[in-house]
């Protein structure tokens, strides 16, 4: 750090100098050096460096260094200040994407088929379609921790993914156990009624479940209320746009494209029935490369209603969600009112 500080004073003293005084100055630095090297170094004072290989550097530098001309100057000054016109006249955003752009934006829409069955157990069976059996049971009208451990057991039989009883996901370390009045599910207190769910990632004829369930069969005879529900056919879409860049860097155009797409696929799956937002907005999409050099594209489109399964859960919307691919990262801010499984909307 110490010789660049020499370099640049170097610089700033022979820029006032004339083109033959650059042999002067640089005897006059090795004369400093001469004298320096007797004078004893006191901590806390400046001092010139002194080792071989820097002080070779230095006086080369001085004998090479050359005043810049005034035709160099201008031309510089022209050439920034053609570039700030063309950074200054590009920030505005076409309407349309030229078709010969080098911006490639691949479509990623995942869309699988899932089955879901919803068994509810009561103590009350008052609304279920059961007939009262009378038993021996201690227990004849109250559902206790072997029945749900039953039902859990015939869905892992037909290989459900995901089982999850009053919203506790079941794992091989899950526990169910009696507590009292209550049933402990994963260390969780729960109580009448029990809604346990399983999850299928493709169709399952759900009569083969049901079909001389044994399981079933046997709580609805003790008169425990008992209701089954099936949903097939419900599409997850997985829809993540990744854009590929080969000659351009204009984030301008990378941000019309990927509005581009995502505006394509809002109408394509505008029809669909399981996921519904009434009405929605894209409040802002932020482009930003690994470079962290970002450009936010501001629009306002509506329309009502458009499915946007992409960001959406069960329990809402996710607004701010990453997408991530090898050379952007996207943010896209979404606000709207969100509604669930079209079987349970409500309307506004």
């Known amino acids: 750090m110490n010789q660049d500080c020499e370099i640049a004073c170097d610089q700033h003293v022979i820029s006032y100098l004339k083109d033959s005084e650059n042999l002067r100055y640089g005897n006059t630095i090795i004369k400093m050096l001469k004298i320096s090297n007797n004078i004893q170094w006191m901590p806390g004072t400046a001092s010139l460096s002194k080792g071989k290989s820097g002080i070779k550097r230095r006086i080369k530098m001085i004998s090479k260094y050359k005043k810049l001309s005034l035709g160099g100057v201008i031309f510089g000054v022209t050439i920034i200040t053609f570039i700030a016109f063309i950074g200054l006249t590009n920030s505005k955003i076409k309407a349309d994407v030229p078709n010969d752009t080098s911006v490639k934006a691949s479509k990623n829409i995942n869309e699988t088929e899932r089955s879901l069955i919803y068994i509810t157990l009561s103590d009350n069976n008052e609304g279920f379609d059961n007939t009262k059996v009378s038993s021996q049971d201690l227990s004849p009208y109250l559902v206790?921790?072997?029945?749900?451990?039953?039902?859990?057991?015939?869905?892992?039989?037909?290989?459900?993914?995901?089982?999850?009883?009053?919203?506790?996901?079941?794992?091989?370390?899950?526990?169910?156990?009696?507590?009292?009045?209550?049933?402990?599910?994963?260390?969780?207190?729960?109580?009448?009624?029990?809604?346990?769910?399983?999850?299928?990632?493709?169709?399952?004829?759900?009569?083969?479940?049901?079909?001389?369930?044994?399981?079933?069969?046997?709580?609805?005879?003790?008169?425990?209320?008992?209701?089954?529900?099936?949903k097939n056919n419900i599409?997850?879409?997985?829809?993540?746009?990744?854009?590929?860049?080969?000659?351009?860097?204009?984030?301008?155009?990378?941000?019309?494209?990927?509005?581009?797409?995502?505006?394509?696929?809002?109408?394509?799956?505008?029809a669909n029935n399981d996921f519904k937002l009434r009405s929605y907005k894209i409040n802002q999409i932020t482009v930003k490369n690994n470079n962290n050099d970002s450009f936010e594209f501001m629009v306002d489109f509506s329309v009502q209603p458009v499915n946007i399964e992409a960001w959406l859960t069960p329990n809402g919307i996710k607004s701010d969600d990453w997408v991530n691919n090898k050379t952007f990262f996207v943010k896209v801010s979404i606000s709207g009112n969100v509604y669930s499984i079209k079987e349970k909307s409500t309307s506004p």
């Open 235 to 270: 599409s997850n879409l997985d829809y993540k746009p990744s854009i590929k860049v080969e000659d351009t860097k204009d984030l301008n155009i990378i941000s019309n494209k990927l509005f581009t797409e995502y505006l394509n696929y809002y109408t394509k799956v505008a």
């Open 144 to 230: 206790n921790y072997e029945d749900i451990k039953s039902i859990v057991n015939q869905l892992k039989k037909f290989s459900a993914v995901k089982i999850t009883v009053n919203g506790e996901q079941i794992s091989e370390k899950s526990e169910i156990n009696p507590d009292a009045q209550f049933i402990r599910i994963n260390g969780n207190k729960c109580k009448s009624s029990f809604i346990i769910k399983g999850e299928w990632n493709k169709q399952i004829p759900a009569d083969s479940l049901l079909k001389d369930n044994s399981a079933i069969n046997e709580l609805k005879s003790r008169g425990i209320g008992v209701k089954v529900e099936t």
